[in-house]
């Protein structure tokens, strides 16, 4: 994998056919990423959100451009996500240890923003509480 090498405008393809592909050029665009990753991770990121995001829609049909804008949404912030969690620093350092939890912060606002955008999605509210 050579880092920083320039991605193509590719699509992922969608496993659901009725759902919108995404190109990693969708996911530079909608979420603060770099192509620093390489174009097979990104990839593997993005349609490990599909599926994600594919499982909680349940079959709800996708076919307004407003409905498209926020599943490329969601599945974008979930691949960044996924990203995030990736990046968590193992340095046992003090500065190791805030950058690791920095990033956790990070996967968890981008994951509000999917739980957002699926409940705007699916017609749910937007607060729903769980308890144990």
Same mark, same amino acid.
């Given at each position: 994998?050579? *880092?920083?090498? +320039?991605? @193509?405008?590719?699509? $992922?393809?969608? +496993?659901?056919?009725?759902? +919108?592909?995404?190109?990693?050029?969708?996911?530079?665009?909608?979420? &603060?990423?770099?192509? @620093?990753?390489? #174009?097979?991770?990104?990839? #593997? =990121?993005?349609? *490990?959100?599909?599926?994600?995001?594919?499982?909680? *829609?349940?079959?709800?049909?996708? %076919?307004? #451009?407003? %409905? /498209?804008?926020?599943?490329? &949404? !969601? $599945?974008?912030? #979930?691949?960044? !996500?996924?990203?995030?969690?990736?990046?968590?620093?193992?340095?046992?350092?003090?500065?190791? %240890?805030?950058?690791?939890?920095? %990033? &956790?912060? =990070?996967?968890?606002?981008?994951?509000?923003? $999917?739980?957002?955008?699926? !409940?705007?999605?699916?017609?749910?509210? &937007?607060?729903? $509480?769980?308890? /144990?």
């Amino acid at each position: 994998m050579l *880092l920083n090498a +320039p991605v @193509s405008n590719a699509e $992922v393809q969608n +496993p659901i056919a009725e759902y +919108p592909n995404i190109s990693i050029k969708d996911l530079l665009a909608q979420v &603060r990423l770099d192509q @620093s990753k390489g #174009e097979p991770l990104l990839t #593997e =990121k993005i349609i *490990l959100a599909m599926d994600t995001i594919n499982g909680d *829609l349940d079959g709800i049909a996708i %076919q307004s #451009e407003e %409905q /498209i804008r926020k599943y490329k &949404r !969601a $599945v974008s912030y #979930e691949a960044a !996500a996924l990203i995030c969690e990736d990046n968590l620093d193992f340095d046992t350092t003090t500065t190791g %240890q805030v950058r690791g939890e920095n %990033q &956790r912060e =990070k996967a968890d606002a981008l994951r509000r923003i $999917v739980q957002h955008t699926i !409940a705007d999605l699916t017609k749910r509210p &937007r607060n729903r $509480v769980r308890l /144990i």
